[in-house]
C-alpha cells in the first residue's frame, strides 16, 4: 500500500510540473523546419532557411514583383523557433551594430534603427522590431554609390511609422503564410 502511495504522489508531482512549465509559456516553440509556403496560395512569397548567429527562416516577398506600395512587402521577416531565440538574435543585431560604431540612430523596447554593418557601396539604414519569435526587418533609408561618382538615395521612414502601429498584424501575416 506504502508503494501505491509513493507513485500516486510521484505521478502528481510530475503532473504539477507539467502544468507549471506548460503556465509558463517557456514551451512555446514554433516548428521552423517543418515550414513551407504554398506558392498557389502565397505566389510571391518565399522562405529560406539562414543560420548566421541563430538558426531561423528568412521570408520576404519576391524583389522583382515588389510595387513599393504594400508596406508587408517591403519587409524581411526572420521567424524563429522560439521567442528566446529571436530576442537572442535581436540582441546580437543590436550589439554589432554598436561594436561597428555605426551607431543606433533611434530606439525603443522592442525595436531600433541603426546603419547596417559591412555594407561597402551603399548606406542602408534599417529597422529591426522583435515580436514574439519574428523580427521584422525594414530598410528606412538606403543611399547607393556608383563607381562613376553617382548617388542615389530613397526615403523608406514610413516604414517606421507602419511597423511601430502594425507589427503584430505583420507578425500573424507571416505566420500565416505557413498555414
Partial sequence: MRTKERLIRYTAFVLLIFVLFGLSGCGKTY?????????DKHPGWYVCEESDFVEHLDVHYSYNLRSGQDP??????????????AR??????LDECKEEGTGIKERGLS??????PHTYDCDITGMY???KNVVIYAEV???TYSTLGDTSSKDKSDMKKYILKNHSEMREFVMELFS
Fill in 31 to 39: 516548428p521552423i523546419h517543418d515550414y513551407a509556403i504554398d506558392q
Fill in 72 to 85: 508587408i512587402e517591403n519587409a524581411t521577416y526572420l521567424v524563429f523557433d522560439s521567442s528566446a531565440s
Fill in 88 to 93: 537572442s538574435y535581436f540582441n546580437n543585431c
Fill in 111 to 116: 525595436w531600433f534603427i541603426a546603419k547596417v
Fill in 129 to 131: 522590431y522583435l515580436d
Fill in 141 to 143: 533609408y538606403i543611399t
